[in-house]
């Protein structure tokens, strides 16, 4: 069986949500567990004045990342700030991001989300369904892509004692929803 490291080994990743709670995290650890990842794309957008990568070297100067700092200081060199956003047709990528991406990522780990419990429904839906759709066309252009990872809240399916890892039906058949919006 191949360890973690070594699957990850000379892979490049997707990352949505960075900028997130749960994406730094998982920044961070993939980074320093796996020392050998190829690169990290990173889907962020301008927010506040400041442009992806400024957010991104916000993210990477936290103290988050100081163990990987100190055991991998050349760690940014993997990381790739792509312009994106999520609720925008097509992700708003360039058309040159877009290849990039199409013809070399390997893993996608999807954890852009909103998890406000009061957010406005279309705004909710925009991001958490729509969006998601997007990544997913996307991800089918891809020529390398071995797994798709989505990450969701515990309040999906909170009203099951014991989740399976399995596609559950919707209770809302999500095209509805949309249009409804």
Known sequence: MVSIPEYYEGKNILLTGATGFLGKVLLEKLLRSCPRV????????????????????????????????????????????????????KLALSEEDKEIIIDSTNVIFHCAATVRFNENLRDAVQLNVIATRQLILLAQQMKNLEVFMHVSTAYAYCNRKHIDEVVYPPPVDPKKLIDSL
């Open 38 to 89: 190829n690169s990290v794309y990173v889907l962020v957008r301008q927010k506040a004045g400041q442009t992806p990568q400024e957010r991104v070297e916000e993210i990477l100067s936290s103290k988050l990342f100081d163990r990987l700092r100190d055991e991998n200081p050349d760690f940014r060199e993997k990381i790739i700030a792509i312009n994106s956003e999520l609720t925008q047709p």
